[in-house]
């Protein structure tokens, strides 16, 4: 503070440079000793409490702080970066990653454009997922928040492209028929957000059954689009899916493909996870037709291990993207020379004017190691899903639920082969809690027809081959001890 005015920069740097030291310290701990640590632990109810205290008007100052997040915040996250971390798909971060994110926020760039390197950074890393997803070069993309913004962006290009109107100008009054959109009944629940927020609303998402392999039934979705064809409506979309959140399926991308071509209608695909896939020549035929997509929405914050958030949106058509988003606006007008050189070319891709720079930390990481390092990480996610598949097909007491066609392992335990549905349901959703309030693992659940099952999703890098038969020691376990509360019977239950 000089002159009585204000300031948030340190009155002594080299007090906040130990306390800044102290921080990463901390973290770096806490990360190195990730295997040691509970999975999850419940958080007591005092400290829950602190979370109710009012704003604070007074400032208690930067260490007092940080001491509080040392006790209150830092023991309690829900274990997503544990190595026995096997709940519903989410990232794991790395060392890399959390100090990349220090540098973005201490340079704290304005990312809607603008002539800056950390624009020309994030453009070239689109470029980069461009080639690495088998799109032309003529597409385009932009970073978003999470899977949910970019497949609703995806979807949104979409309408826009395919209504029989100009949305933009007019919206949905002058369309005649409702638009309807398809895809299967594994689509994830960002469709009905995307289909209320676009003004389609979510009964115009025609739900398909799947097959055996949880994939969408071609048949049944030709005839749909038939059947709403001689209705009077109006299908702008199919949503094909490469690695469902329920068992991690494919939906057949090529024969999708195809169809969509034939029948005029945009192919969007929500590749969360499954996308990432296509980096590895190995598992690349298991996501085939990716390339063929109108739209490609992933999460490089999942299967490419970054902090959140990293999420992508890729556009064939580049040009459709800032047909759909662009505006002009006097203050935001590009200039020939200096700051505003290049224009506001990320906000005209995509809703935010102001962004994070997201793109740094996959930019870094991808420098420090490699896109096969990344195919690798997750081919061996691959390899220790199927260890755990087997696993499950060789013990008495456990029954595996759905193929494993990626990463994705859903299974029950099974005491006895004529156990009721109900008892079954009843027994695997309290397994499930202690075994995750035990802190041992934490996978997360789903239901499959009406089977209640347990769900292992392997996206972790720090998972190691040794933490899956304690994963299954614990379920037979405490599988065995509920039978014996609920007074029926487990078969080779041990004393």
């Known amino acids: 503070m000089s002159d009585g005015e204000l300031t948030l920069d340190p009155s002594d740097w080299d007090l906040f440079r130990r306390l ?94 603008f002539n800056q390197a950390p624009a020309l950074l994030e453009e070239q890393v689109i470029r980069w997922m461009i080639e690495l997803m ?71 998402f025609r739900q398909i059954a799947v097959d055996d392999n949880y994939q969408i039934d071609l048949p049944s979705l030709c005839a749909r689009i038939a059947d709403d064809r001689a209705a009077g409506l109006t299908p702008i979309c199919v949503v094909g899916t490469a690695g469902t959140v329920s068992t991690g399926a494919t939906d057949d991308l090529r024969a999708l493909a195809r169809l969509c071509r034939a ?9 969360a996870f499954g996308a990432l896939a296509r980096w590895s020549e190995h598992l690349r035929p298991r996501v085939a037709g990716i390339e063929d997509a109108d739209s490609l929405a992933f999460d490089l914050h999942k299967w490419v291990y970054q902090p959140f958030t990293a999420a992508c949106v890729l556009v064939r058509d580049g040009a459709a993207l800032n047909r759909s988003f662009a505006t002009a606006q ?13 224009g506001m070319r990320f906000s005209d891709r995509g809703i935010d004017l102001t962004r994070e720079f997201r793109a740094l930390k996959v930019w870094l990481s991808l420098k420090a190691y490699g896109v096969r390092t990344m195919a690798a990480l997750m081919e061996q996610n691959v390899a220790q899903a199927c260890a755990l598949g087997r696993l499950v097909d060789e013990h008495p007491e456990l029954e595996r639920l759905g193929p494993v066609s990626l990463n994705v392992v859903c299974f029950r335990y099974v005491p006895e082969p004529d156990c009721s549905a109900d008892f079954l349901n009843r027994l695997n959703q309290e397994l499930l809690l202690r075994l995750q309030e035990s802190g041992i693992a934490v996978p997360s659940s789903t239901v499959l027809g009406s089977r209640y099952a347990l769900r292992c999703c392997f996206v972790n890098h720090r998972t190691r081959r040794a933490d899956i038969p304690r994963l299954v020691e614990a379920v037979v376990r405490f599988g065995r001890e509920i039978c014996t509360e609920m007074n029926e019977p487990a078969e080779g239950r041990g004393p």
């Open 20 to 113: 800044a030291h102290t921080m990463v310290d901390d973290m770096i701990d806490h990360l190195s000793s990730l295997s040691a640590q509970p999975a999850w632990r419940p958080m007591p109810d005092q400290v829950r409490a602190r979370f109710a205290e009012p704003p604070p008007m007074n400032g208690e100052g930067e260490d007092s702080a940080y001491r509080c997040f040392v006790e209150n915040v830092l023991p309690y996250p829900n274990g997503n970066l544990h190595p026995r971390f096997f709940g519903w798909v989410q990232g794991n971060g790395t060392p890399l990653g959390m100090m990349a994110d220090m540098l973005a926020a201490g340079l704290n760039p304005h990312m809607a454009g």
């Open 330 to 342: 006097d203050y935001l007008a590009p200039t020939r020379r200096g700051v505003a050189a290049g």
């Open 263 to 271: 029948e005029h209608l945009w192919l969007h695909v929500d590749g």
């Open 134 to 204: 088998g799109f032309p070069s003529s597409a385009s993309g932009v970073f978003v928040g999470g899977g949910t913004m970019a497949n609703i962006l995806g979807l949104a290009v979409a309408r826009n492209e395919r209504a029989p109107v100009d949305v933009r100008a007019d919206g949905l009054c002058g369309v005649d028929g409702r638009l309807t959109v398809y895809g299967s009944t594994q689509t994830h629940g960002w469709i009905t957000k995307g289909m209320e927020l676009l003004g389609m609303g979510h009964r115009s």
